[in-house]
């Protein structure tokens, strides 16, 4: 007989039903949370500083006891099976744990022998091979002490990766780097998506997101906004309008006239949203702008950008100084 509740996704890797967590002192930190990431993709998981990201990370990792709701995790439940599903999945939060006095390559060796799965025999080519991969085979010898932070965080991602992982969990793995370190990791984060593993990634950056990931959920708050493929959350929010012009009064009379929205002006340059429902073919906007004499000097429309869908969800900027 079919059970009445919702059955789970075999195809998640994760996948969350009400998960709620409210801190000792009443801080509802993640609030009923539905979250599903599909197995294969790469999953940014977005939000401003405070809205939950690590919250919920840690609970999907079985760290800490949610106040409510479920976890599923490579489809078992959490923390239940952590046991049996913990070793499939790798995790960086928070920055890895190293001894600043041994070298990159004692750090993993540690690390490995603490792991009482893995064979003693074959644990220095396992080693080898997680410094080939994250390309700290040349450093391997130095002190990690010396290391830059990107380095750090690359030998903490060697670290998780030193057995096969289904699943890669990272919360803000580009946090404090460089440009240059951060296209690094990103680049790893791709290569290692393209050999079939999981990585789910938590970032307060929205261009990263929309860099690196195939999938995205946007937090605020502790609740989610909305998840879903990238290239359909963007699709969502309007795309923007924009148009150069001395004339910015009757292009702002005529925009309106033709249902564009949120219209702004600055200098020569009117700027507004396109009508989501039968939205007007830009070509004949154009023409009904020069039609009424203003005079076009450049026109274009632009697609949406997630900073775009977090704005039109919650009315607010996406406050990334933090
Ligand atoms: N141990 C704790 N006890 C009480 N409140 C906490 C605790 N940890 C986090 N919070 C609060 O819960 C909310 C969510 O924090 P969380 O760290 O999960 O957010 P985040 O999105 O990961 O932010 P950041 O990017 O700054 O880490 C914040 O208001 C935070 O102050």
């Known amino acids: 007989m079919q059970s009445a509740s919702v059955p789970p996704d075999r195809d998640a890797v994760v996948e969350t039903r009400g998960l709620t967590k409210r801190y000792r002192g009443g801080q509802l930190a993640v609030d009923g949370l539905d979250l599903t990431v599909p197995r294969g993709s790469v999953f940014g998981f977005l939000g ?68 009482p799965t893995a064979d003693p025999r074959t644990r220095a080519s396992r080693v080898g091979r997680a410094l080939e991969r ?15 932070l990107g380095m750090k965080q690359r030998l903490g991602l060697a670290a998780a990766l030193l057995q096969p992982r289904e699943l890669l969990v990272l919360d803000e793995p580009t946090n404090g780097l460089d440009p240059q370190g951060m296209r690094e990791i990103r680049a790893l984060v791709r290569e290692l998506a393209d050999d079939g593993t999981t990585v789910f990634l938590s970032s307060h950056l929205l261009d990263e997101i929309e860099q690196v990931c195939t999938h995205a959920a946007v937090m605020a708050r502790g609740r989610l906004l909305t998840q879903g493929p990238v290239a359909e959350l963007a699709a969502e929010a309007r795309g923007r309008l924009a148009v150069a012009t001395p004339d910015t009064a009757e292009a702002v009379r005529v925009l309106k006239e033709w249902g564009v929205t949120g219209l702004t002006v600055t200098d020569d340059r009117v700027t507004g949203e396109l009508p989501t429902v039968d939205p007007p073919d830009p070509s004949d906007l154009n023409a009904a702008l020069v039609g009424s004499g203003v005079r076009v000097r450049a026109f274009g429309t632009e697609r949406a950008s997630l900073e775009d869908v977090f704005v039109a969800l919650t009315g607010e900027g996406f406050d990334v100084a933090g």
């Open 48 to 115: 401003p500083n405070g809205s939950g990201k690590t919250t919920t990370i840690r609970m999907l990792l079985g760290l800490i006891e949610p106040s409510g709701g479920s976890v599923r995790l490579l489809g078992e439940p959490m923390p239940g099976t952590a046991r049996r599903v913990l070793p499939r999945v790798g995790a960086l939060i928070e920055g890895p744990a190293l001894y600043g006095f041994l070298s990159g390559r004692d750090n993993l060796v540690r690390f490995d022998a603490a792991d």
């Open 134 to 148: 994250v390309g700290l085979t040349a450093a391997a010898g130095k002190k990690a002490k010396t290391y830059s």
